[in-house]
């Protein structure tokens, strides 16, 4: 009989060995989905919001794409490990459709940012898409020519917001009579250019803003030197009426930056 309640009481604590390593290995699986589901929605929150954070055509196509892909692998994800939220089957119709339409649009108008602070969320965004970029590459989800053709097309813009960023200044400089200081900003962006100018890509843009600033500074050495007055009013026209020579020089250059050739990505 003692024989037999040792048994019992050796099979009950197999048992409940058991019992306690199956729960365990339950608790933890749920533990770890949790986690992956919340990592998921951060990650598909981040991306949604690079994809939405920039103006329409601020980005390339090809960054544009690369962040739809992360958005519909992230709620494909996410529907398959919460499939009773329909928000996920939803949300990852609307990014397959809009990265379908995203290639087919060939056509890549150049978006020029308006103001300082535009520049400035602009650049922390593009921060957060370049980290994302190495990660994916870390994790060899894209490969090393497509890892070196995005962080270009990046250069690019962070290349692009800077110009834009002297240009707002000398623009607002100009309106305000400040001749001088429009050649100093003028003289930065082309700076900026000349920098990345390795392979000529930006000669045409150079040349254009040294006919500027020439132009500038031949009406800064006209006028005498403190004679320069605000002229800013309620009512004062942007520098595009009052120079008409000037603008239309921005304008091309403007056209010619359309013309920056991004690299082919082929998955």
């Known amino acids: 009989m003692s024989a037999y309640v040792i048994a019992t009481i050796f099979l009950l604590l197999i048992l409940l060995a058991g ?57 494909d994800q996410l529907s398959r490990l919460e499939p009773k939220d329909p928000t996920h089957a939803e949300q990852f119709n609307l ?72 240009v707002f200044n000398a623009r607002q400089s100009q309106q305000v009579g400040k001749v001088r200081l429009a050649v100093h900003y003028y003289t930065l962006a082309r700076k900026a250019l000349a920098a990345e100018n390795a392979s000529h890509g930006f000669d045409k843009q150079i040349a254009q803003l040294d006919a500027m600033i020439a132009k500038l500074q031949e009406k800064a050495e006209a006028t005498p030197e403190g004679a320069e007055q605000p002229a800013a009013t309620s009512n004062t026209k942007p520098a595009a009426t009052t120079d008409g020579s000037s603008s239309k020089e921005w304008k091309n250059f403007d056209e010619e930056n359309a013309k920056w050739k991004k690299k082919q990505i082929y998955d």
């Open 19 to 75: 019992y306690l390593f199956l729960s365990h290995s339950i608790e933890k699986r749920r533990v770890q989905r949790q986690r992956l589901i919340t990592a998921l929605r951060a990650r598909r929150n981040s991306f949604r919001d690079l994809a939405t954070g920039f103006p329409t055509g601020f980005l390339s196509n090809d960054l544009t794409a690369l962040l739809y892909r992360a958005l519909v692998d992230c709620c």
């Open 95 to 166: 990014y397959t459709n809009l990265l379908a339409t995203q290639k087919d649009n060939n056509q890549q108008t150049r978006v020029r940012l308006e103001n300082p602070q535009q520049i400035k969320e602009a650049h922390s965004l593009l921060q957060e898409l370049h980290r994302f970029v190495m990660q994916q590459s870390a994790l060899h989800l894209i490969n090393q020519v497509q890892t070196e053709a995005y962080i270009d097309q990046i250069n690019r813009l962070v290349l692009q917001m800077s110009v834009d960023g002297h």
